[in-house]
């Protein structure tokens, strides 16, 4: 690498751990950096005089001067995190430092193909910056957190299942928004953004190793390893869903697998499952949720035996990866707090170790606007100057 772009390369870095920090002293970067004190002067000063930081106070003295404290200008520009999933989508605007400024979200109904949720996402985003009174040259880049599965190389959704709009197949998203919207934009799985998002808010727990399971339409899961989030070889962001927890048992989809965590824990299984009893022939998920809400047994029971479910292909996944955190997040997670309680009673049951080594559950610290606010740190982390 030549020395401007290597220069370039280490404010870049600099800059990132400065963001990822929230407040540093130059101690602390010459501690984590290898360079002389003199580059990194040079370095910060060009960083503040290009006002990408600022000075933010002094820190506390070691027995000679306060050290200045650097952080990032929240208002150098603005990011757009936008979460394309099946039931709701959300778009939230954010500062440099991921202060939320606004947050909107809207149904996926029958008419949402991906043409008419891109002409909506635009005018989302003209109107957020028009109630913020910012143009559209102060937005540094929209990421995107979709589902799967994905093409990341070509910045295309493939072909996902349960869209309730026709059209969802091979849709190269972020070439469309942008040709929507001008504004740059970048792709990774919804899943994937969520645990970034996540990991982000609990920062300062310096988490190094988390899963993130997502139970609703379909099942979606994350993983990271020491902070960095684990990508396989293709985008299959569902794929815990062919997780076999019962063999030669039933399936879901004609494509499936047989005995599959999907025919068991999913919305699509629950509504499967209730209309084989006489009372509840042709009920959907919203009524569902209303005779959970009325402490119906049969409803009570479809729910707890899911939840159980879920629990055993939990600790499948516990026991393989051995994280520190488990987040969960879905709409069935969101159903009832039994459910919730019973998946997690259905892990640890069955967690290797245990209780020597017991993960911490969580439904997280962002809950639904994880899916956006990571997809925005994303596109914070792909910026460049």
């Known amino acids: 690498?030549?020395?401007?772009?290597?220069?370039?390369?280490?404010?870049?870095?600099?800059?990132?751990?400065?963001?990822?920090?929230g407040i540093v002293s130059k101690i602390d970067l010459l501690s984590y950096f290898t360079i002389t004190t003199s580059t990194m002067n040079r370095l910060l000063d060009d960083l503040l005089a290009d006002g990408l930081i600022q000075e933010s106070g002094r820190g506390s003295s070691t027995g000679g001067r306060k050290p200045i404290l650097y952080e990032i200008n929240p208002h150098y520009g603005y990011i757009i995190g936008l979460e394309i999933s099946r039931f709701y989508s959300s778009l939230g605007l954010y500062d440099m430092q991921l202060n939320a400024?606004?947050?909107?979200?809207?149904?996926?109904?029958?008419?949402?193909?991906?043409?008419?949720?891109?002409?909506?996402?635009?005018?989302?985003?003209?109107?957020?910056?028009?109630?913020?009174?910012?143009?559209?040259?102060?937005?540094?880049?929209?990421?995107?957190g979709a589902v799967g599965p994905l093409d990341r190389a070509r910045n295309m959704i493939l072909k996902?299942?349960?869209?309730?709009?026709?059209g969802w197949s091979d849709v190269p998203i972020c070439r469309l928004i942008e040709e929507a919207c001008g504004i740059p934009a970048i792709l990774d799985n919804g899943a994937n953004t969520a645990l970034i998002g996540e990991h982000w808010a609990l920062r300062q727990e310096q988490l190094q190793h988390m899963l993130y399971v997502h139970a609703g339409v379909s099942l979606r899961s994350a993983m990271m390893s020491h902070g960095r989030i684990i990508h396989g070889s293709v985008d299959m962001e569902g794929s815990i869903g062919q997780m076999i927890i019962q063999r030669d048992g039933p399936r879901l989809q004609d494509t499936g697998n047989f005995g599959a965590l999907e025919a068991f824990v999913s919305v699509p299984a629950l509504e499967k499952q209730a209309q084989s009893h006489v009372d509840l022939r042709g009920a959907n998920y919203d009524s569902l949720l209303r005779e959970l809400s009325k402490s119906n047994p049969i409803v009570q029971e479809l729910f707890l035996e899911a939840a159980r479910n879920l629990g055993i292909g939990l600790a499948n996944l516990i026991n393989s990866f051995h994280p520190e955190t488990v987040i969960l997040g879905g709409a069935l997670i969101s159903s009832h707090e039994r459910f919730y309680s019973a998946a997690i009673e259905t892990a640890i049951a069955n967690t290797y170790y245990h209780p020597e080594y017991s993960p911490i559950f969580s439904k997280g610290a962002l809950k639904e606007d994880a899916v956006a606010t990571g997809a925005a740190l994303l596109a914070r982390e792909h910026f460049t100057f």
């Open 101 to 144: 400024k606004s947050l909107v979200r809207w149904r996926m109904d029958e008419d949402m193909t991906p043409e008419k949720f891109v002409a909506h996402t635009a005018g989302q985003i003209r109107a957020l910056l028009k109630d913020h009174d910012l143009t559209q040259d102060r937005i540094i880049s929209i990421g995107i």
């Open 1 to 21: 690498m030549d020395a401007p772009h290597a220069k370039l390369d280490t404010k870049k870095k600099i800059y990132q751990y400065i963001a990822d920090q």
């Open 160 to 166: 996902p299942l349960h869209f309730r709009a026709q």
